[in-house]
Nanobody, 123 residues
């Protein structure tokens, strides 16, 4: 399964970015999706997850109210709208396909991973 994340870049604190993650057409749309991130020298951490039909979303406390996860199953694409960005949001961001239909915060729950896209927030 191929996942390709894009949309990262350099932005000033307070700015916005929108990440996208396209998946191969043969990927089932019945699986939840998630976004994770990994900052230099730190472990990968959960950011946001969305159920197969978009009805349920979950967020890490650190991004709640600032980030919005969404998906378009017709386009096989996952999104992460990031607003009010902070320097501590700087990381490589990864999209992932879950094993089940509902999202989870655990990385082990996700079966397929895309390559990361780098987000850098300057102060």
């Amino acid at each position: 399964v191929q996942l390709q994340a894009c949309g990262g870049g350099l932005v000033q604190a307070g700015g916005s970015l929108r990440l996208s993650c396209a998946t191969a057409r043969r990927t089932s749309s019945n699986n939840a999706r998630g976004w994770f991130r990994q900052a230099p020298g730190k472990e990968r951490e959960f950011v946001a997850g969305i159920s197969w039909n978009g009805a349920r979303t979950i967020y890490a406390q650190s991004v709640k109210g600032r980030f919005t996860i969404s998906r378009d199953n017709a386009k096989n694409t996952l999104y992460l709208q990031m607003n009010s960005l902070k320097p501590e949001d700087t990381a490589d961001y990864y999209c992932a396909v879950a094993r089940g239909a509902v999202p989870s915060e655990g990385a082990d729950y996700y079966r397929y991973w895309g390559q990361g896209t780098q987000v850098t927030v300057s102060s």
